[in-house]
């Protein structure tokens, strides 16, 4: 689903993706214009974008690679933020994963804007920290074939 970056109230949140974080930044995060730091919200999609592969690894598992990441609009003190993932592809040691983050804006709840957006993958490791083949014993996930 691919919705436009808009500051349109009548963005609706995306019903094919999971809802995996809901946060709100505080006043501690916020840049000296008053908008929260860039890197606290690519700290977020990180924490947001490990939840899904972390389903298909079980174990050990490490970000090797932002491949994109957009910031489509500024986040602001007070805003409810959503991250909604979905899982783009399962290699055999790694998971690519794209995610969306939708803001409330605290005097306008119950409207959405999207801000920003980004896909990541992860590679499941084992306790020397080398890439381990992702399991396929009793897994019945989408992307995994066995």
């Known amino acids: 689903m691919s919705l436009e970056s808009s500051p349109n109230p009548d963005t609706t949140l995306p019903k094919d993706?999971?809802?995996?974080?809901?946060?709100?930044?505080?006043?501690?995060?916020?840049?000296?214009?008053?908008?929260?730091?860039?890197?606290?919200?690519?700290?977020?999609?990180?924490?947001?974008?490990?939840?899904?592969?972390?389903?298909?690894?079980r174990g050990r598992m490490a970000t090797v690679a932002v491949n994109q990441f957009i910031f489509k609009q500024p986040v602001r003190v007070g805003d409810i933020l959503s991250f909604f993932a979905h899982v783009t592809r399962v290699g055999r040691t790694s998971i690519t994963v794209q995610v969306e983050v939708y803001a409330e804006r605290f005097l306008t709840q119950g409207q959405y804007v999207k801000v920003t957006e980004a896909s990541l993958t992860y590679v499941a490791i084992d306790m020397e920290g080398r890439p381990r083949p992702i399991p396929r014993d009793g897994l019945n996930l989408p992307g995994l074939a066995g």
């Open 17 to 57: 993706r999971e809802l995996v974080l809901k946060v709100i930044p505080m006043p501690a995060d916020c840049n000296a214009n008053g908008d929260i730091f860039g890197g606290w919200v690519m700290a977020q999609v990180d924490l947001a974008g490990a939840v899904l592969p972390a389903r298909y690894v």
